[in-house]
């Protein structure tokens, strides 16, 4: 098996833990069959265990270092239900940035409660193995501030760091997952 297969097993399996700690339909979202159904951005597609993920979210990505914060409040306020963050965005910044923005809006009941959201966010390469998956989600978790996280992604499958500059050689001689 290789190395991602285990990692994306240890990922399904923590994610499907967390997801039981959401309510099965929350009442903010609504499933609907194609995206193109879509009428709000509370509309979703209902994944396992009747969860519903939004069909559009708002991406944390580009915000930068200490900017967060009020993108993602205004978002809240427009009506994004779904949040994108990662570990690594913004130099390990974004995520408490999220975190706040979410208990802000709570605060100023832009949202009702944390329900009202769907929240992903990403492992990080540097994390791979199974006790190093819990250490990373539960350090997510802390700057999030969250209890739980509904979908939980590998941000980058190979836990080398150089992976970008593997010499074309090389790969042919022992594979796209020689590091």
């Given at each position: 098996?290789?190395?991602?297969?285990?990692?994306?097993?240890?990922?399904?399996?923590?994610?499907?833990?967390?997801?039981?700690?959401?309510?099965?339909?929350?009442?903010?979202f609504r499933?609907?069959?194609?995206?193109?159904?879509?009428?709000?951005?509370?509309?979703?597609?209902?994944l396992s265990e009747g969860v519903i993920m939004p069909w559009v979210g708002f991406g944390t990505y580009r915000l930068g270092k200490d900017k967060?914060?009020?993108?993602?409040?205004?978002?809240?306020?427009?009506?994004?239900?779904c949040i994108?963050?990662?570990?690594?965005?913004?130099?390990?910044?974004?995520?408490?940035?999220?975190?706040e923005a979410i208990k802000t809006a709570i605060e100023r009941n832009i949202i009702e409660n944390r329900?009202?959201?769907?929240?992903?966010?990403?492992?990080?390469?540097?994390y791979h193995g199974y006790k190093e998956t819990l250490d990373c989600l539960n350090l997510s978790l802390n700057r999030l501030q969250l209890d739980f996280i509904d979908l939980y992604l590998i941000h980058w499958p190979g836990p080398a760091y150089s992976t970008m500059t593997r010499r074309k050689e090389v790969m042919e001689e022992q594979g796209p997952w020689a590091y």
């Amino acid at each position: 098996m290789l190395l991602s297969q285990i990692i994306v097993c240890c990922i399904i399996a923590i994610t499907s833990s967390l997801s039981m700690k959401r309510n099965i339909l929350p009442k903010s979202f609504r499933a609907v069959k194609n995206s193109s159904d879509a009428k709000t951005l509370r509309d979703g597609v209902e994944l396992s265990e009747g969860v519903i993920m939004p069909w559009v979210g708002f991406g944390t990505y580009r915000l930068g270092k200490d900017k967060a914060l009020t993108p993602i409040l205004e978002a809240l306020s427009k009506g994004y239900r779904c949040i994108d963050t990662a570990f690594i965005y913004a130099g390990e910044n974004t995520e408490k940035q999220v975190g706040e923005a979410i208990k802000t809006a709570i605060e100023r009941n832009i949202i009702e409660n944390r329900e009202d959201i769907f929240v992903i966010t990403k492992h990080w390469r540097k994390y791979h193995g199974y006790k190093e998956t819990l250490d990373c989600l539960n350090l997510s978790l802390n700057r999030l501030q969250l209890d739980f996280i509904d979908l939980y992604l590998i941000h980058w499958p190979g836990p080398a760091y150089s992976t970008m500059t593997r010499r074309k050689e090389v790969m042919e001689e022992q594979g796209p997952w020689a590091y």
